[in-house]
């Protein structure tokens, strides 16, 4: 008879870090909070480890796996500090980045990352996190510890048919994601290979896949393979750096403007600026509307309508 696993407990200290704020803010849609006598607890898993994860100032109470697989997560080694500074010069997004304290860019695994936002577009946070669990519940693993199954592997949504992924909510995107899944599980295409790649290489090879454009490929990149310099422009970001110039842009000139305003930590910063917005803490300026706005009548024609008016 196998053994269960061990199952750790215990307490990491995280200074600069806010739990909630991070597993709220759009990069992972299946940690579940639980209100407790000791404050909000959350429970979900890192790959096929289940973890229950509970703050408490500048410590986080756990039971799962190893301190060291939290520690990686939530990338707790990033400097927040310095990736504050690199704004300075830029007054909305310092102010941003000061009220984002402790929210953290976070090392998701990288098929689970992939999936996931494959399922992202036209879709609220809230929606892609049911269309998750959905996919969990019906293809994945059930872990000790936690009513959250692991995201199910790439074969297991390939032996699935189309149909079936719809039953979970997907809708168009089950095509995307069921052709995504067979390619990795045929061995054509391999989410490791891009850990090696350039930023430009990896969105590149991320873009050739079914269901993944630009804004998807920079949230895979950002999200699980620490890109920080990676801007995805939805509608959000767009209206948000839009306010920042004048004139009309495409989303990839938007961000190439954001990577460039941004600095080498412009992943970051829009991340910032997009959890300010989405929880209405960020006023996005109103650029006028050229076409509805009415300009006076110049002396020929008002002398002309007063001629015909007579």
Known sequence: MSRPPSVEEGVITCPEFDLRMTLESGQTFHWTPETTGEGTAYTGCIGKTPFRLRQEGNLLHFRGGAATMLHHYFALDHDLELI???????????????ACRGLRIMRQPHWECLATFILS????????????????????????????????????LAAATEADLRSCGLG???KSLHATAGLIAEGKFDPESLVSMSTPEARKALCALPGIGRKVA???????YERLEAVPVDV???RILGSFR??????????????????????????????????????????????????????VRKKAREHVLA
């Open 84 to 98: 504050r500074s690199s704004c300075l010069g830029h007054r909305v997004s310092h102010d941003s980045a000061l």
């Open 121 to 156: 577009p036209m879709k609220q946070v809230a929606h892609i996190r049911q269309m998750s669990l959905a996919l969990r519940s019906s293809f994945g693993t059930h872990l000790p510890g936690t009513p959250i199954p692991s995201f199910p592997e790439p074969a297991s």
């Open 172 to 174: 168009f995107r089950a």
């Open 218 to 224: 920079n949230c895979i990149l950002l999200f699980a």
């Open 246 to 299: 004048s004139g009309k842009a495409t989303p990839e000139q938007l961000e190439s403007y954001g990577e460039k305003l941004l600095g080498p930590y412009a992943g970051y910063i829009q991340q910032y600026l997009f959890h300010q917005a989405r929880t209405g803490k960020l006023l996005i300026p109103k650029k006028p509307d050229r076409k509805k706005s009415v300009k006076p009548p110049s002396p």
């Open 236 to 238: 959000w970001i767009a």
